[in-house]
């Protein structure tokens, strides 16, 4: 009796020594996740060894909310963050040191190196990439039919995007070639950039330490589309848009070419079901270079976040990283960031989501801690700048503009060092 009774409260007291191995975490998401985070949470939660809070912060609001609240001690045990701010907070202090957990994943070379590389400060890795998106290139399959080109053969030169332009608007007063969005920043370093970093050139180097809106390719870059500008090739909207009409210009079913990202593949399906369109990596100058911006976010961790619950978003994250978790968010919109599975997590789905995948594993992210000054503002040095060249009446005033664009970059990398 004596035996049953101690056999029985040992065996209770495993029990609750293993619940009480259980950890709650509080996590935060921006609402640009609120599709794919919640499913990925509950598919977690249900497992049963450990419970993720989630909260969903208004993308604009995110960051400014996250700093008051590590400045504050009441930041949240983890982070799904734009992986263009990890560089920031990871120079501030503000996120936990997790090379030892990342270098301790079997995958960890599979992982995509465009997060990594944001995520890292002084050879330390600050952040593991969680969501994945990347740019790509849009073409209308019935305007190319209507225009007697191939429907089937996007184009892979920026030769071959102006000449197939010019033959989509000869098709009536009504259709454009080409569409981008001429006074979104955030738009231009997504779809813009990988046209300068596919031809080899760049925007920013040394580490975010030097500005070169003058290289010779950034330049090369702008002569192409306000070339196409003076030509009449893009509808004269696109001077004022500041992102509004980055999705919808091309879903109205007018516009032959349009850079875009991944997101638009199940959103042009979801909501314009009869637009016949493809999908195509963003090209060089040069045929058979391409490149994207890796996009998406990184986890992290807080700071100040204790080791008991480390362990648990540990947890998280492998369950994220597993062919279960990467399936969840590939069905949801997110490319995968584990590129050894992403094949097969992709397999379901829309062939050209395998494109995504490819650009977004051989994609760029440029590191700055100023991202939002130099890049994202409104007012901004880098749209400001972009937007005056790509408009200009003239090469010269197109360069005079990019060289101010560089003072400017320049003088608040300077002044933040």
């Known amino acids: 009796m004596k035996h049953q009774i101690t056999g029985a409260v040992m065996m209770a007291a495993l029990a609750w020594s293993g619940l009480a191995r259980a950890e709650e975490f509080s996590l935060w998401v921006r609402s640009d996740g609120s599709e794919y985070m919640p499913k990925l949470v509950d598919a977690f939660n249900a497992k049963g060894e450990h419970t993720a809070k989630l909260q969903i912060v208004t993308t604009d609001e995110l960051v400014q909310k996250y700093a008051i609240a590590s400045a504050g001690g009441s930041a949240p045990d983890a982070l799904s963050l734009d992986l263009i701010y990890t560089p920031a907070f990871a120079e501030a202090g503000q ?21 990594l590389s944001v995520a890292t400060f002084e050879d330390r890795i600050y952040g593991l990439p969680f969501s994945g998106d990347a740019s790509i290139l849009l073409w209308n ?80 870059a702008v002569e192409f589309y306000r070339g196409m500008v003076e030509d009449g090739l893009v509808p004269a909207g696109a001077e004022t848009d500041g992102g509004t009409n980055f999705f919808s210009a091309f879903a109205n079913g007018n516009i032959g070419i349009a850079p875009s990202g991944s997101f638009a593949i199940g959103a042009l399906d979801n909501r314009y079901p ?21 996009g998406g976010d990184n986890i992290v961790i807080s700071h100040g976040t204790p080791d008991e619950k480390v ?22 919109g997110v490319v995968p960031v584990r590129g050894d599975i992403a094949k097969e997590a992709l397999k379901d789905l829309d062939d050209r989501y395998a494109i995504s995948a490819e650009a977004m594993a051989g994609g760029h992210t440029p590191y700055t801690t100023l991202f939002n000054d130099l890049i994202n503002s409104r007012n901004g040095p880098w749209i400001t700048a972009l937007s005056a060249a790509w408009f200009a009446s003239s090469a010269d005033k197109a360069k005079a503009a990019l060289e101010a664009g560089e003072e400017e970059m320049q003088s608040i990398i300077d002044s933040a060092n």
């Open 95 to 115: 996120l936990k040191d997790m090379t030892d957990f990342a270098k301790s994943l079997d995958y960890f070379d599979s992982l995509s190196k465009a997060h």
């Open 141 to 220: 399959k019935d305007l190319y039919e209507k225009a007697g080109l191939d429907p089937e053969k996007g184009p892979k030169s920026w030769a071959e995007i102006e000449d197939q332009a010019r033959t989509i608007a000869g098709l009536g007063d009504d259709i454009y070639g080409f569409y981008f969005s001429g006074q979104c920043g955030g738009c231009a370093i997504f779809t813009f950039a990988p046209l300068i970093w596919a031809s080899g050139g760049d925007l920013l180097q040394e580490n975010g330490r030097k500005a070169t809106l003058t290289d010779p390719k950034m330049v090369a």
């Open 274 to 294: 009869d637009l016949n369109f493809g999908v195509t990596f963003l090209p060089g100058q040069t045929e058979g270079e391409w490149s994207s911006f890796a």
């Open 311 to 332: 362990s648990a978003i540990e947890a998280f994250i492998q369950f994220a990283y597993s062919l279960e978790g990467q399936t969840i968010l590939a069905n949801n």
